[in-house]
């Protein structure tokens, strides 16, 4: 009896003792498939994803086309502190209006494709919310919020600056014996594909179309048939000049102020052009030997011009490129419109290529320039804003540099055609240097054993010739499969040659891509010592 209970009293203990354990590895077991999940994650989050050939197009930090850029320091942008940034800032806050109001970004903040596209608005915030009146703090401004980039096209070292201005000009409301070479507003019959007829603003590049009968599109008429005659009599005359060759650099500077005969005065802007390409006359003078390239200036032309009416004439008409005003309202004190909408400023506007740029980006512009006089290199050393465009203003870093009017203003410009740095201003959530530090790293490089155990492939893509002889030949196999009845003179198809097979043997085998060069094998240390005391023990033996 005594010994019944001693017994079971032990099988309680013991159940006792092992019901957890067993409890324990009844949950372990149930929730090992969730441990061994955790550890797959884990594992996944810590090995990057592997990326098959050919390797995905990877986007740069910043990519402006055919350019090469340098981020700076401020301290090595030359003459930065020399500068009245206070002008510029000013110039900045004007440009700042329309890049607020603009509302056609797309959803990455890209504008049209451009790199820069809508960040600058976060600067543009925070200028227009403060109204500077200290050079000092318009320069501590700028060095908070943009990143200097030297910039220039790929393969140059510098940029190539222009100037323009805006000509006086004399001329009259009405046709007369004085004034009678007219200046034309955009024609009704003008027509650019991807664009109403009516839109205020058309791009400076491209075909231009004129429309014969109601779905034939022509290219638009050239500057001599133009000057012949081609669109007069249809009421587009805004007013009258003396000569072509004022109505030519009136047309090349992309705006004037016309003096009329009565005292009164008219402005005209850059409306739209011909679809032609722009020629340079003063390239024309040169390559003809005519006018030394070292003295060569927009006077230089005018005075060919007036002594050479005749050659004029054909000189002018080489470039067939044809400029259509219209009028704005502006005073005498107001500066010229820009293609940003807004009046420029004498000294800090430029005009810029608005493919690759975008209105209001800041541009330090630094060398020297013949300001003083055609022989001087006076140092020039400025921040200006990009506020307009021009047919003519092609790359990365090309401007022309916008210096007022009147004939002070026409001689200072007509003489630049120089090589200058561009350092141009990126805002600071543009940062080349902090995005491409987030930018993923190519795959590593696999070892020599891997290499030849896993080679990649990509399959060939068959000729086109190829394709079709397949697709015909699928489709006479099976119009014979369904056909039941089949000329008995014809041979029955073999069994083998089914469509499926014939394509399969057409099809071409992927072919194998080379890999990179695999990773040299380079013993470790623990290695090498193991080696060496397995010689040295071999040895003893």
């Known amino acids: 009896m005594v010994r019944e209970i001693w017994k079971r009293g032990f099988t309680a203990r013991r159940l006792t003792y092992w019901t957890p354990a067993l409890a324990l590895s009844v949950a372990a077991v149930a929730l090992a498939p969730y441990a061994a999940e955790a550890v797959r994650a884990r594992h996944r989050a810590a090995t990057p994803p592997m990326r098959h050939l050919p390797y995905p197009q990877l986007d740069w930090p910043l990519e402006i086309s055919n350019s090469q850029y340098l981020p700076m320091d401020w301290t090595d942008v030359p003459g930065w502190n020399d500068d009245d940034q206070l002008a510029a800032y000013r110039t900045f806050r004007a440009s700042c209006k329309p890049i607020a109001a603009k509302t056609d970004a797309a959803p990455d903040g890209r504008v049209d494709g451009k790199a820069l596209g809508d960040s600058l608005r976060d600067p543009c915030r925070d200028a227009r919310a403060t109204d500077l009146a200290d050079n000092a703090a318009a320069r501590a401004f700028f060095e908070r919020h943009f990143e200097p980039l030297r910039i220039s096209k790929l393969g140059d070292a510098d940029g190539f600056v222009t100037g323009y201005y805006e000509p006086v000009i004399e001329g009259s409301r009405t046709q007369n014996e004085v004034y009678n070479v007219p200046v034309y507003r955009r024609p009704s019959n003008l027509f650019v594909r991807g664009f109403k007829q009516d839109a205020t603003s058309l791009p400076n590049k491209g075909p231009v179309y004129r429309k014969i009968g109601r779905r034939k599109l022509v ?218 530090r987030k930018m993923p790293l190519p795959d590593a490089r696999p070892s020599e054993k891997i290499a030849k155990l896993f080679p990649q492939v990509l399959p060939k893509e068959p000729a086109k010739d190829q394709v079709k002889d397949q697709t015909r030949d699928q489709d006479l196999a099976s119009k014979a499969a369904a056909s039941p009845v089949r000329d008995a003179k014809a041979p029955a198809p073999a069994a083998s040659a089914s469509p499926a097979t014939t394509v399969a043997q057409n099809v071409a085998a992927p072919q194998p891509v080379p890999l990179p060069e695999a990773r040299p094998r380079i013993e470790s240390d623990r290695n090498i010592r193991r080696l060496r005391y397995g010689r040295r023990h071999r040895n003893r033996r």
């Open 219 to 436: 290219p638009y008429y050239d500057r001599a048939e133009i000057e012949d005659g081609a669109i007069e009599g249809r009421g587009l005359e805004i007013a009258w000049l003396r000569n072509q060759t004022d109505l030519l650099f009136a047309q090349i500077q992309g705006s004037a102020r016309i003096s009329l005969d009565d005292g009164s005065t008219i402005r005209i802007n850059y409306d739209a052009y011909n679809g032609l390409p722009y020629t340079p006359v003063g390239r024309i003078l040169i390559e003809r030997g005519i006018i030394p390239r070292e003295q060569m200036s927009m006077q230089r032309i005018r005075d060919w011009m007036e002594q050479n009416p005749e050659g004029a004439n054909e000189l002018r008409r080489m470039n067939r490129s044809y400029i259509f005003f219209r009028e704005v309202q502006l005073s005498e004190k107001d500066e010229a419109v820009g293609a940003q909408g807004i009046p420029l400023t004498p000294g800090r506007s430029i005009a810029v290529d608005k493919s690759l740029h975008v209105y209001g980006t800041p541009f330090f512009i630094t060398g020297e320039l013949p300001i003083e006089s055609e022989k001087s290199k006076t140092a020039f050393h400025r921040l200006m804003i990009a506020q307009d465009t021009g047919s003519a203003i092609v790359g990365p870093a090309r401007a022309d540099l916008y210096f007022g009017a009147g004939q002070d203003a026409g001689k200072v410009s007509g003489r630049l055609k120089h090589s200058i740095q561009f350092v141009m201003l990126v805002p600071k959530s543009l940062d080349p240097v902090e995005r491409g």
